[in-house]
């Protein structure tokens, strides 16, 4: 029990550094590079995240519930196995994004992309290979390791940001260099570590061999779903940047940075509960899984609507406070970005549960009818309500998400 109360709380003490040197990182250009600037960084990470999206349902989210159900011995070869694939990933996602930078820029007449091609493919390909690093220690519930390689990652990206802003110089393309930069401190130190363990290649390649197709069975469903939310969280920054400006997708990224503030707790969730409901399932069954899935529920649902309804109500004080005149005007959509953040949580205990029962499909197709409604709130509200109404699409989207996952999840734990 004092093991794995260490292990939550190390897990929280991450999470907050990620997103507090996050918050600061995003602060940091917001306010040296200007809401243009910022708007085509804000996009060009949505990418990012994209690419990140994709290997966590090929890769890390089946490797969250399978890795913690094996025997100790067979586990550690699973783990090691997934460097390759993690890999190819980030290869393939830098090519693909470079690809794309270079099209908005000469299709798309935006001469800005052009500039940012080679470092948003050095910062996909980082972020995804230390993301996995960072994730594959979380599976192993070694989540001293993960503190260390985030302060490593996120550090070097704030101390390069930090020093960018300081000379005048930072802008989109240099601050993707920045998150390129972290990223390879990580990830280099973990190959140093990983070289002093040497592997026989022939065992992983058959550990690899083993679990493809059960990788596959879990993982089609969860790359399907981790792009329609993407598509859900992240189709009205884009359709705000190309119907208005680069500037209003900033001015709504500056707002959802504040509410990133409250992401500590969701995202510790993610990282701690697909790995604990696992073990649960396999060790108390069914019975076991439907009480954690409503403790983790109500212990994160009541303190993040909290901070939620307090950044709300100070959303204009605290956008001119952190970011500046130019961006006073726009708080009212910390309260909106607020609300979707609390959807988004009350997800995470009933799809961690489904993911667990390897029932992913019921995951996707929820994410499915979230993404139709946003898309088509987006296409009405944008047109009349500006940045305002293309976030509230986002906030809709996600709650019927919410909605279907846990009336699924319910359904599910009954039959079980």
């Known amino acids: 029990m004092a093991g794995t109360r260490r292990d939550t709380v190390a897990a929280l003490v991450d999470q907050g550094l990620v997103s507090g040197l996050g918050f600061v990182g995003m602060l940091i250009i917001a306010r040296a590079a200007g809401p243009e600037p910022f708007g085509i960084f804000v996009l ?11 290997q966590r349902g090929l890769v890390i989210k089946p490797m969250m519930a399978i890795g913690p159900q094996l025997g100790e011995g067979e586990r550690e070869g699973y783990y090691r196995s997934l460097w390759c694939a993690s890999t190819g990933l980030a290869g393939a996602s830098a090519l693909m994004l470079a690809g794309t930078s270079v099209g908005i820029g000469y299709i798309g007449g935006e001469p800005g992309w052009l500039s940012i091609a080679l470092p948003l493919a050095a910062g996909a390909a980082g972020f995804v290979m230390q993301d996995f690093v960072r994730r594959r220690y979380l599976a192993r519930e070694a989540t001293a390791e993960a503190l260390v390689s985030d302060i490593m990652a996120y550090g070097t990206r704030t101390t390069c940001l930090g020093t960018l802003a300081a000379t005048g110089s930072l802008d989109a393309a240099t601050a993707l260099w920045a998150v390129a930069a972290g990223s390879a401190v990580a990830v280099a130190a973990e190959m140093a570590h990983d070289s002093r363990r040497p592997v026989d290649a022939s065992v992983a390649g058959q550990e690899a061999s083993a679990y493809v197709i059960r990788h596959w069975a879990m993982g089609k469903w969860l790359v399907a779903t981790h792009i329609m939310q993407w598509i859900n969280g992240r189709a009205p920054l884009y359709a705000a940047g190309m119907v208005m400006s680069s500037a209003a997708a900033g001015y709504m990224g500056a707002a959802l940075n504040l509410v990133g ?7 510790a969730v ?6 604990r409901a696992a073990r649960i399932l396999h060790e108390r069954r069914a019975t076991g899984l439907r009480a954690y899935v409503r403790r983790v529920t109500v ?3 009541v303190p993040l609507a909290a901070v939620v309804i307090l950044l709300a109500l100070g959303g204009d004080i605290i956008m001119e406070w952190v970011y500046g005149a130019e961006y006073a005007s726009y708080g009212f959509l910390v309260g909106l970005w607020g609300i979707y953040y609390l959807f988004q949580f009350l997800q995470r205990p009933a799809a961690s549960a489904l993911r667990a029962m390897e029932t992913t499909h019921s995951v996707f197709l929820s994410n499915v009818f979230g993404t139709l409604v946003m898309l088509g709130a987006t296409g ?29 999840y319910r359904s599910h734990a009954r039959a079980a």
Request: glycine share 14%.
């Open 261 to 267: 503030t409250a992401n500590v707790l969701m995202q």
């Open 270 to 275: 993610e990282n701690v509960v697909p790995v």
């Open 44 to 54: 060009a990470q949505g990418f990012i995240f994209l690419a990140a999206s994709v």
């Open 380 to 408: 009405v509200l944008l047109v009349d309500h500006g940045v305002g109404g293309a976030t509230l699409a986002a906030v809709l989207g996600q709650a019927v998400v919410a909605g279907l996952l846990m009336r699924s």
């Open 299 to 301: 212990l994160g649902g």
